[in-house]
């Protein structure tokens, strides 16, 4: 049930109640579930200089050095930092030896995700449930161990060249307790954060959406089902998911108790160029597009962003100016006024309302990029956002070039 925290969590201090609102959980019998899931582990990105990008991600989002793997430590492939935020781990790693498979994996994608590691209970009873149906092993079960004590890892296929490592902290009854796995020691960071910056910017990790090629959709929304026991939680086709250019479909699948959600576009037919193609083109296949980070409190976290030089997606005027608007979201939190101030978009559905706003990309190539998302109730992902945000989307391919 929910009221099991993992360990990100409690270390995060953060609570269920805390959860629910962050993160949209809800409550589940694990004991019904075929590969249950304790929550995320990881989010393994290859990028082109990890050094740089570990000070990228302190200094712009805030985020807390705690562990690293590379020569001095063994590594002579390649180096990595482990980041932290809240109850969210992200892994960057980039290549050392120049014949590295990450300097093979960069050179055809660029920055990007390769890796969507999920914490398991039983990381056996998952591989054979994979195994089963279908699923490609591309790790078979490995043990791990250093003087902090025991990791069970493997890892399953899933689309693009992106992989699920499965990842057992929990051996024998005991927890490993090293700073991330075996083969990285602790690490701080001589980086000071500016005066007044927020404790952390987000707390938690929300969801991760993945682009497909067109008519692949439908077939790893099946695979989750299937090979992980996923249940399907919305769906976004036609006119909900369209502009006058371009279209695209979305599903969205998650675990039992919501903690795990994964979105799946595909483009759709349209009279140009959509953010999906775009992405596929430049990426070179299906990868993941977005992370949406979770944070209690999205004026205080864009307001700090944008001081540390993190760029935003525009919203025009009309956007909060429309009377419909104003109608179907209701009281907020905060007044519109200050949302358009800071280009924050706002939806509501008939568990509640959330904010999102969304930002360019992070790297060179138009990919990879991040969403801060606050919820109040709502279990949704911002339908009624989707055409604004989408233009916005448009405009920025304009600018490439790209639509």
Same mark, same amino acid.
């Given at each position: 049930?929910?009221?099991?925290?993992?360990?990100?969590?409690?270390?995060?201090?953060?609570?269920?109640?805390?959860?629910?609102?962050?993160?949209?959980?809800?409550?589940?019998?694990? !004991?019904?579930?075929?590969?249950?899931?304790?929550?995320?582990?990881?989010?393994?990105?290859?990028?082109?200089?990890?050094?740089?990008?570990?000070?990228?991600?302190?200094?712009?989002?805030?985020?807390?050095?705690?562990?690293?793997?590379?020569?001095?430590?063994?590594?002579?492939?390649?180096?990595?930092?482990?980041?932290?935020?809240?109850?969210?781990?992200?892994?960057?790693?980039?290549?050392?030896?120049?014949? !590295?498979?990450?300097?093979?994996?960069?050179?055809?994608?660029?920055?990007?995700?390769?890796?969507?590691?999920?914490?398991?209970?039983?990381?056996?009873?998952?591989?054979?449930?994979?195994?089963?149906?279908?699923?490609?092993?591309?790790?078979?079960?490995?043990?791990?161990?250093?003087?902090?004590?025991?990791?069970?890892?493997?890892?399953?296929?899933?689309?693009?060249?992106?992989?699920? !490592?499965?990842?057992?902290?929990?051996?024998?009854?005991?927890?490993?307790?090293?700073?991330?796995?075996?083969?990285?020691?602790?690490?701080?960071? !001589?980086?000071?954060?500016?005066?007044?910056?927020?404790?952390?910017?987000?707390?938690?990790?929300?969801?991760?959406?993945?682009?497909?090629?067109?008519?692949?959709?439908?077939?790893?929304?099946?695979?989750?089902?299937?090979?992980?026991?996923?249940?399907?939680?919305?769906?976004?086709?036609?006119?909900?998911?369209?502009?006058?250019?371009?279209?695209?479909?979305?599903?969205?699948?998650?675990?039992?108790?919501?903690?795990?959600?994964?979105?799946?576009?595909?483009?759709?037919?349209?009279?140009?160029?959509?953010?999906?193609?775009?992405?596929?083109?430049?990426?070179?296949?299906?990868?993941?597009?977005?992370?949406?980070?979770?944070?209690?409190?999205?004026?205080?976290?864009?307001?700090?962003?944008?001081?540390?030089?993190?760029?935003?997606?525009?919203?025009?005027?009309?956007?909060?100016?429309?009377?419909?608007?104003?109608?179907?979201?209701?009281?907020?939190?905060?007044?519109?006024?200050?949302?358009?101030?800071?280009?924050?978009?706002?939806?509501?559905?008939?568990?509640?309302?959330?904010?999102?706003?969304?930002?360019?990309?992070?790297?060179?190539?138009?990919?990879?990029?991040?969403?801060?998302?606050?919820?109040?109730?709502?279990?949704?992902?911002?339908?009624?956002?989707?055409?604004?945000?989408?233009?916005?989307?448009?405009?920025?391919?304009?600018?490439?070039?790209?639509?």
């Amino acid at each position: 049930m929910t009221d099991t925290l993992t360990a990100q969590e409690r270390d995060a201090h953060l609570d269920v109640e805390q959860l629910k609102q962050l993160v949209g959980l809800v409550e589940y019998d694990e !004991s019904t579930d075929v590969f249950p899931v304790t929550g995320w582990d990881a989010v393994v990105f290859v990028v082109g200089n990890a050094t740089q990008a570990a000070h990228y991600y302190q200094s712009a989002w805030g985020m807390e050095l705690v562990a690293y793997s590379g020569p001095e430590t063994g590594n002579r492939d390649h180096v990595s930092f482990v980041l932290r935020s809240g109850s969210i781990r992200f892994v960057l790693q980039g290549a050392v030896d120049p014949d !590295s498979p990450l300097a093979d994996h960069h050179r055809r994608h660029g920055d990007g995700v390769v890796d969507i590691a999920l914490e398991v209970p039983d990381v056996h009873r998952c591989v054979e449930q994979a195994r089963t149906a279908g699923a490609t092993v591309v790790q078979e079960v490995q043990e791990l161990s250093d003087e902090h004590g025991r990791v069970l890892v493997a890892a399953i296929a899933t689309y693009g060249e992106t992989r699920h !490592s499965l990842v057992q902290r929990v051996v024998d009854g005991v927890r490993y307790d090293g700073p991330y796995l075996p083969g990285h020691v602790e690490r701080t960071s !001589s980086y000071q954060p500016r005066q007044g910056q927020p404790k952390r910017i987000f707390q938690a990790l929300d969801h991760v959406v993945g682009n497909v090629e067109l008519g692949h959709m439908d077939e790893w929304v099946a695979f989750y089902n299937r090979v992980m026991g996923f249940v399907n939680m919305a769906e976004f086709v036609g006119d909900d998911i369209a502009t006058d250019y371009s279209a695209l479909m979305s599903k969205v699948v998650a675990n039992g108790n919501h903690r795990v959600k994964f979105p799946l576009n595909e483009p759709a037919v349209g009279k140009r160029k959509s953010q999906i193609d775009e992405y596929l083109e430049f990426y070179r296949g299906a990868g993941a597009q977005h992370l949406a980070v979770a944070t209690n409190d999205i004026l205080a976290s864009v307001d700090a962003l944008r001081a540390n030089g993190v760029e935003f997606l525009d919203t025009p005027d009309s956007y909060y100016e429309d009377e419909e608007l104003r109608s179907r979201i209701g009281e907020v939190r905060v007044p519109v006024e200050e949302l358009q101030k800071r280009k924050i978009l706002v939806d509501r559905d008939e568990d509640g309302y959330l904010l999102q706003i969304f930002c360019k990309p992070l790297g060179d190539r138009p990919t990879v990029f991040f969403e801060l998302i606050e919820r109040h109730g709502s279990l949704g992902f911002g339908k009624g956002n989707f055409k604004a945000l989408f233009e916005a989307i448009e405009r920025e391919q304009e600018r490439r070039g790209n639509l």
